[in-house]
């Protein structure tokens, strides 16, 4: 039996009140929100949180691939899904790849690895897709754009939803695009590409889905989609044939359209609360619609004991920006630059150390059981020389030792929080604070890491790991 084995997701901590962007704008707006990716994250990042929560409590040396899927990767040439595996701390001996350029990249990959699964090429297969799509200011799309992450595993052991069919069709049209170097997406008129484009397209692959199948409209307990916005999902599910009840929550209110990863965050948030033998459905758009059976297993009630933070966890953690935060998060006005000297960075540092920037792994000594980060060659307790063993700390507690607030550090969302924090188990590290309000940080607070970017140098993305009050 072939199909999903597991699930996680990454909403971001930052909110924007679409009451905050008429407030920006003038006019009015409904009740609701979208999440907002903190200025030090972006699709890369965000993919890394929707893993680590999926692996979270459990082995995860057990992952043959990884395949990141989104439109708006860091790198036009560069493989991310390699950097989110090392980050995720997954086997080195694994597939990676990276599906972009489409909304539909995720559900495209979840074909791709089911595919790798039947064939016997891997046992478990990782899909984790992010976006951070960014709109025209006073446009209708920057209320309802969100950013987020989520992540889908693929296997044949502990199957929690088994994969029952499927159905693609492809069609060229114009209707969204974003070219290279667009700093904004860009679409043709409203009602060309939702009436002739999206709305025409999912209801023709559903139905020949449903036709191939021999399952009906009325047998799906919950149906998923990629959809532009609430209107046209509503509009799409009636012409399907499906009820109001069938049609989950897609977190348009709470977090926003959220691109590639919207089917994927969806259908998460639907297995947290699922039941054996319910079918779902999931469908994703983007010149063409693939579309996809399940049925949920009894290895769902496994899954729900997992210790993940989910959809569910990631919405009651939240904090909200005014606009002018957002919008230099997401540099549409002109900031003073710093009067600092200009960051740099290595490659063949990173090389050599990569366990420790990337994997944050820490190192016991074999002598005294002393654990130190970064690594020394010889002991900061006993004295030995190069007898160590090495220790994962990005999962472990840390709580904060002592920290300083840097008013003048260039920062882009100042202040600085400079943190010493101690790991449980032992420890130590020197990290930036992020998610934070400063006013509320204190010595002996709790804390967790999470991965970063840092700055942009030589050309290239800079990443590295901060600490954060829980979620």
């Given amino acids: 039996m072939t199909g999903i084995t597991g699930f996680g ?37 965000m993919a890394v949180e929707a893993v680590r929560d999926l692996v979270s409590g459990r082995a995860s040396r057990d992952v043959d691939g990884l395949i990141f899927a989104s439109t708006t990767s860091p790198y036009a040439e560069k493989q991310a ?11 080195q001996d694994m597939r990676t790849a990276d599906n972009t350029n489409s909304l539909r990249s995720a559900t495209t990959a979840i074909l791709t690895a089911l595919d790798s699964v039947r064939a016997g090429s891997a046992s478990r297969v990782i899909i984790a897709a992010a976006d951070t799509r960014l709109a025209p200011p006073k446009s209708a799309n920057e209320r309802l754009f969100g950013d987020a992450a989520s992540a889908i595993e693929v296997g044949s052991d502990g199957v929690i939803a088994k994969f029952i069919a499927s159905h693609s069709v492809v069609d060229e049209m114009t209707d969204t695009w974003r070219r290279s170097g667009d700093q904004f997406v860009s679409g043709w008129e409203e009602r060309f590409s939702v009436t002739q484009g999206y709305q025409r397209v999912v209801r023709q692959t559903v139905g020949e889905l449903f036709e191939r199948s021999q399952i009906g409209p009325s047998e799906i307990s919950k149906a998923i989609f990629y959809a532009p916005d609430p209107g046209s999902l509503a509009a799409v599910a009636k012409g399907i044939g499906l009820k109001a009840e069938q049609i989950p929550d897609h977190l348009f209110s709470s977090v926003g359209n959220t691109g590639a990863a919207m089917p994927g965050l969806v259908l998460s948030s639907v297995l947290e609360s699922a039941s054996a033998g319910e079918k779902l459905l999931v469908t994703g758009y983007g010149s063409g619609c693939d579309a996809l059976l399940f049925e949920v297993t009894e290895e769902i009630e496994n899954a729900k004991s997992l210790a993940r933070r989910g959809v569910s966890g990631h919405l009651a953690s939240k904090a909200y920006l005014d606009y002018e935060r957002y919008a230099r998060f997401r540099e549409l006005i002109e900031t003073e630059a710093a009067r600092r000297q200009s960051p740099s960075a290595s490659a063949p540092l990173i090389l050599r150390r990569r366990d420790e920037i990337y994997r944050f792994h820490g190192y016991r000594c074999l002598d005294c059981n002393k654990v130190q980060y970064p690594r020394q060659r010889v002991c900061i307790n006993c004295r030995s020389r190069d007898n160590f063993e090495s220790v994962p700390l990005a999962d472990k507690r840390a709580e904060l030792f002592t920290y300083t607030v840097d008013y003048l550090n260039a920062d882009l969302d100042p202040p600085t929080v400079a943190s010493i924090i101690d790991f449980e188990g032992g420890g130590r590290a020197h990290l930036m604070m992020t998610d934070r309000n400063p006013a509320d940080v204190k010595i002996g607070q709790r804390l967790e890491l999470t991965f970063r970017r840092i700055y942009e140098a030589e050309g290239f993305e800079n990443y590295y790991w901060k600490c954060r009050p829980p979620r």
């Fill in 9 to 45: 997701a990454y909403i971001p901590f930052h909110r924007l009140a679409h009451s905050e962007i008429a407030r920006a704008w003038g006019g009015r707006a409904a009740d609701g929100e979208r999440a907002v990716a903190n200025v030090d994250e972006d699709s890369i990042t």
């Fill in 81 to 91: 899904s390699s950097l989110i595996a090392t980050v995720a701390d997954l086997r």
